[in-house]
């Protein structure tokens, strides 16, 4: 019923704790790594397309009515796969996403829902600073979700696709190399009637970020600027562009004390001569 899809990328030693977790068949699509990643591999790219991409060659191989698509840093509990199954069973259900829960032990969960943008949400985050505070705080409090709710978009480190739900809107976009492609393919869901669930009482451990570790302070500017494109893609010229002013003005303000936003500044500034 199920196929495990992950996605490589130089992430060896994260890669094999996960493959020792999953109890089914599985597909490793790598991406050009140089680390050990490709001999574990069922599929070697040549060069490095991207996740979305490399995310799409892995679901196409795949026979299963359901693809659960995983980052290398994700490990299964012996848990996990029993509450989302249940969830399958509602046929308007396209794509599922387990609770992320911080490796180090202590049981926190990590965010892994997300509502879609708007402007006052991008004003609270970039000039207000809400998402530093809230992420100052995530440590003293635990998700409240206890029961299955829609959301708008999951983070892509962990989702369970429907294989009609994938074919019907194209895959994931591919011109996306990495960051946002799991929103757009949310949000294209949702258009064409899917839901997407987020089913907390199934848990994986998820490390974070394992791949994004080889963009260093850039990897900032890589989310902000594919946030931008998909922001254009499904809300038009005008939106993308008052965006692209907010998170300039909340880089401006951080540029001072942190390199990453310095980079992030310039990129929008050159991005904006174009």
């Given amino acids: ?26 597909i490793v699509v790598d991406n050009a790594s140089t680390d050990g990643s490709a001999e574990l591999a069922t599929i070697r790219n040549e060069r490095n397309l991207g996740f979305g991409m490399a995310a799409n060659i892995g679901i196409k191989a795949a026979v299963t009515p ?34 992320l829960i911080s ?23 970039h000039l207000f600073f809400a998402e530093t505070i809230a992420a100052r705080f995530s440590r003293l409090r635990k998700s409240v979700e206890t029961s299955e709710v829609s959301v708008d978009w999951l983070l892509g480190a962990a989702m369970l696709i429907r294989r009609e739900c994938w074919a019907q809107i194209g895959g994931f976009d591919e011109s996306i190399f ?18 997407v669930l987020f089913a907390p009482e ?35 010229a005008r939106q993308a562009q008052a965006h692209r002013l907010l998170a300039t003005l909340g ?8 390199e990453k936003h310095r980079r992030l500044l310039k990129a929008l500034l050159i991005g904006s001569k174009n």
């Fill in 251 to 258: 880089s401006a303000l951080r540029a001072p004390f942190s």
């Fill in 66 to 99: 359901w693809i659960f698509l995983l980052n290398p840093d994700v490990q299964l509990l012996p848990t996990s796969l029993p509450p989302l199954l249940a969830a399958t069973q509602d046929s308007r259900v396209g794509i599922i996403g387990p609770s």
């Fill in 202 to 236: 199934a848990q994986v451990i998820h490390h974070g970020n394992a791949a994004g570790e080889t963009f260093g302070e850039d990897r900032l500017t890589r989310v902000t600027l594919s946030e931008l494109y998909v922001i254009e893609k499904h809300y038009g």
């Fill in 103 to 125: 490796q180090n032990g202590d049981g926190r969960r990590q965010r892994s829902t997300f509502p879609d943008p708007t402007l006052w949400r991008a004003v609270k985050r």
């Fill in 178 to 195: 990495l960051y946002g492609e799991d929103w757009d393919f949310c949000y294209r869901a949702r258009q064409a009637g899917w839901r």
């Fill in 1 to 26: 019923m199920i196929t495990f899809v992950v996605v490589s990328y130089n992430t060896c030693a994260y890669l094999e704790r996960c493959l020792a977790t999953l109890p089914g068949p599985t």
